[in-house]
């Protein structure tokens, strides 16, 4: 988990701290970048052969006043003018993007019902239309999901 949180975000892993490790997710701290987050990778099945690392995280950005902000990096780039669909239950979410592979909720609102159902929820997937053609579904595992975003939510009360 500590490897994917490395490897998934830019530059500087000795410049984190790691505030825990729960289940499948991760909570750190960048106090030179002012932030702190929970991230985890998605469940095997097909993300492997990926150009990149996929995932999911939820940020804080205290001394930008951005708190619970969820951000998505996909396996597949998306088609040209196509979001993705986040589900956590019988709940839906539009995420959007910049015709890449990262999407994010519309505005703080809907990064607030994410989180709320990410607590209750036990998986939770995100689906979309890959520009090489086809569909495709990132899977994750929300054991500790709970328990991460408070970490990184605690972890960055004193960042200002």
């Known amino acids: 988990m500590i490897l994917v949180a490395a490897l998934a975000l830019p530059a500087g892993v000795a410049a984190r701290d790691v505030l825990g490790v729960f289940q499948r997710w991760g909570a750190f ?3 030179a970048q002012g932030r702190c987050f929970a991230i985890a990778q998605p469940l095997a099945g097909g993300w492997e052969a ?6 999911a995280a939820v940020g804080y950005w205290p001394r930008r006043d951005v708190r619970g902000q969820v951000h998505i990096r996909l396996s597949h780039q998306l088609a ?6 986040l589900g956590i239950g019988a709940r839906r979410f539009a995420l959007t993007g910049g015709g890449g592979a990262d999407v994010w909720a519309g ?3 809907v990064d607030a019902a994410i989180v709320a159902a990410m607590r209750s929820g036990q998986l939770m997937s995100v689906s979309g239309r890959a520009k090489a053609g086809g569909t495709f579904t990132d899977r994750y595992a ?3 999901a709970a328990t991460a975003v408070d970490a990184a939510a605690l972890g960055c009360a004193r960042l200002k």
């Open 142 to 144: 929300l054991r500790g």
């Open 29 to 31: 701290r960048d106090a």
């Open 107 to 109: 505005d703080r609102r």
């Open 80 to 85: 040209e003018g196509t979001g993705a669909t």
């Open 50 to 55: 990926s150009p990149w690392r996929p995932f």
